[in-house]
């Protein structure tokens, strides 16, 4: 649900809306997503990267911080701090 209808973009996404989205309790939810992807913002941060990415090789002339936002990053400050902690630093 998240991939597929890119909920990732919003900035504001929680784990209690993609819990209503999917139609399942939120401890469910939550005790799926860590056990497969390491916990909620593990998750959503990792998706947003890899839109980032996608993103610029769609987009040549876009900067960093134009696909950071459209990503779903709040701030250039929130997107570099999710590529330190993801491993994806330069």
């Known amino acids: 649900m998240v991939e597929k209808q890119e909920a990732f973009k919003d900035p504001h996404l929680t784990l209690q809306d993609v819990a209503e989205r999917s139609g ?15 916990g909620f913002f593990a998750y959503i941060n990792a998706l947003r990267l890899q839109h980032v990415e996608a993103y610029l090789k769609e987009n040549p002339s876009a900067t960093i911080y134009e ?3 459209v990503s779903g990053f709040g701030s250039r400050q929130a997107y570099y701090a999710a590529k330190a902690r993801l491993g994806k630093g330069e």
């Open 67 to 69: 696909a950071a936002e």
């Open 24 to 38: 399942y309790n939120r401890t469910y939810v939550s005790g799926i997503i860590k056990a497969q992807f390491g």
